[in-house]
């Protein structure tokens, strides 16, 4: 098993624009968790630190909760709050 892995996470709305793309690769420890995800992207880049309590997860086609295993090549995407009438 790799000491390492590499996830991709995935940008929207004012995410992408605090971030300046709409998707970032993250090197994490094998075992890592989405939440260790998020606190290595907050890190990385500050600007969305902020943002960070509010989204909503997902690992490739599926919602996932901030304990979620990732694997090597996953999509982790996060999903702003959608508002609107």
Known sequence: MPASMTVTVLLFADLAEAAGTRSLPLTLAADATAG???D???ARVP????RL????LAI???Y???AAVL???DELALIPP???G
Request: proline share 0%.
């Open 36 to 38: 260790d995800a998020l």
């Open 40 to 42: 290595a992207l907050a």
């Open 47 to 50: 600007a969305v630190a902020e």
């Open 53 to 56: 309590g509010v989204l909503a």
């Open 60 to 62: 490739g086609d599926r």
């Open 64 to 66: 996932a909760d901030r």
């Open 71 to 73: 694997h090597d090549g």
């Open 82 to 84: 959608v508002s609107g």
